[in-house]
């Protein structure tokens, strides 16, 4: 009976609601098989699932083998948030795709969420790209900002970092004889030189109790078991970090990180390996059915 009840509340609130006033969520999967089968649907359905007990959203779902590989121009057109669930076929996703994304953020028409793996998937790497090149130009004089030319070095590649690399080399300057500048930006590797198993708990500590992303989740609470990632992470630095996790071992993490990226918003959300069923954590769903409400609405 109560089931019933909250299905019939849920259908009311969604008829209320117009099409125009609730947030188009794409949640996006590679669809990786795992031998273990923790989701008995794929991640990325899982977590569709539980957004769409939220009236506020519209949610819909694609994946790596759809045509086009889930992420045609004209799906991507119609989506405000875009949750991405990447891991072993990254490179499967080309650049120009990549840079279609980073450039609907930039322009304010979409937001992403990276999940877990997909730190290294290259829509975010050319989302990092973007924000790095952004802050190049902010740390030039104003009038010098829109005449200077941005170019980038090395290449997207997916090679672990060194035990001692820098979080992140940002970029030099090359001036001509006219006055001309240059920005010459490194282009993320977006990686950590230690990470992985055996699977362990983890200790969740929200930073920015105040941010929209974390409300109604505790200040701390624990995973029993989940894969670790220790720093440095090679991005360009957060204008906000929302939560870190710590291990044990003393390894740290910041897990929650948002870039203002343009006229649009990039949140790396690192919870969410396959081998464990850490979407199960209501404080976890918590967090992203937050992120998809604020970032649709903003």
Partial sequence: MKRASLILFLSLCTCILSAQDRI????????QPVRKKVYENFPGNFIADHLRTNPRLEVSTARQDDPELGLAS????????????????????PEAKGQEIANLVKAGKLAFVPLHSAHWSVPFMMCMQEKAA??????L????????????????????????????APWRYQFDDKGNITAFVHRPNCVFPRCCGPGQPAEVR???RQHPICQGVPARFTLDVTEMYDEPFGVP????????????????FRSGCLW?????????YRPGDQQYPIFANAHLLKL??????????R
């Fill in 288 to 297: 992203l059915e937050n992120a998809a409400v604020w970032l649709g609405s």
């Fill in 206 to 208: 929200i930073i920015h």
């Fill in 24 to 31: 188009r969520v794409l949640v996006w999967d590679e669809q």
């Fill in 141 to 168: 004089p104003e009038g010098k900002r829109a005449t200077a030319r941005v170019v980038y070095e090395g290449r997207i590649q997916w090679k672990k970092a060194g035990e001692f690399d820098r979080n992140f």
């Fill in 74 to 93: 004209e799906v991507l057109a119609r989506t405000d948030v875009l949750i991405y669930w990447a891991h072993v076929r990254q490179r499967d996703i």
């Fill in 134 to 139: 952004q802050d190049a130009l902010a740390a």
């Fill in 237 to 252: 630095e957060p204008d906000t970090v929302l939560f870190t996790e710590n291990w044990k071992g003393g390894e740290f």
């Fill in 260 to 268: 203002n990226l343009g006229k649009g918003v990039v949140f790396y």
